[in-house]
């Protein structure tokens, strides 16, 4: 007699799979890796080498010591590196990169049972925990280069360091449109040419890899409060292609695992994180504050799918007694 088997819902499967995903994303990344090797010459392709290779020889490795299935071939390991990579200066030492790596895959992913089970993005955890513990290292820009040679660390400010204050329409940007557009200018690798990483971002969309939800509303709640604050077009283009959040916005903020599932939810989750962010930038102590914005909504994620969870349609609820 055949048997029945009984599983819950959903019974019809996609296409789609973690590999694939992430596939997905590493062709989105490839732009912006590119870019920034030919932006900051042969120290970019290290640390993106290095980078990648340690996450996938940390994930591998555990999942041997710990005798659990190998995981390394969904690619996430690969998307990880890439993605700490990108928050990494060029002139780092070649230990901060491994360390990190470390960071992201064993300590935030791993250990809280792999994929789809850690509480944050690994790399940002991961760029935080760096920039605590190697502010010095962390915060030494470069010049971009002009050809493909190894560069010693010539330091130069980032768009959103540089020694200036835009409080109006009176203050001189001390980088043009065409810079922040094309990298040519200090910052992490992955984060200084916007159309590299608008063109990544186009590909995740056209791929529905990710929906533009989030990064349409983290980008916009901060060209908002900018606009008001600045009161100043200029200053909020700016501000909106410099430093990390066309990155953070279209790669970390939309991560499966760390990101609120209903549409509800990302729209409250994105508006966090712009919120945050324009307060850090402006307030803070930081010139940047994409990673931290986005990894205190990562913690609150669980919340927000709690509040904006679908309410069953045809759902009784129960009535207590009254207390006589």
Known sequence: MPTLYVSPSPHISGEDSTRRVMAAVCIALLPAAVMSCVIFGINALIILVTCVISCVLFEGLFRVITKKTQTIGDLSAVVTGLILAMNLPSSVPIYIPILGSFFAIVIVKQLFGGIGQNFANPAITARVFLMISFSAQMTKWTIPVTNFTQLDAVTAPTPLAADFLISGTDKVLPFTLKDMLTGFTGGC??????????????????????????????????????????????????????????????????????????????IIFAFGCGALTFLIRHFAGFPEGVSFSILIMNLLTPMIDRFTASRPIGIITEKKEAVK
């Open 189 to 266: 690798l992955g984060e200084t040419c916007a159309i590299a990483l608008l063109l990544g971002g186009l590909i995740l969309i056209f791929t529905k890899t990710i929906t533009p939800t989030i990064p349409l509303v983290y980008i916009g709640t901060v060209g908002i409060f900018t606009l008001i604050y600045t009161q100043s077009l200029a200053a909020t283009l700016y501000y909106l292609l410099g430093g990390g959040l066309l990155l953070g916005a279209i790669f970390m903020a939309t991560d499966y695992a760390t990101s609120p599932l209903t549409e509800k939810g990302k």
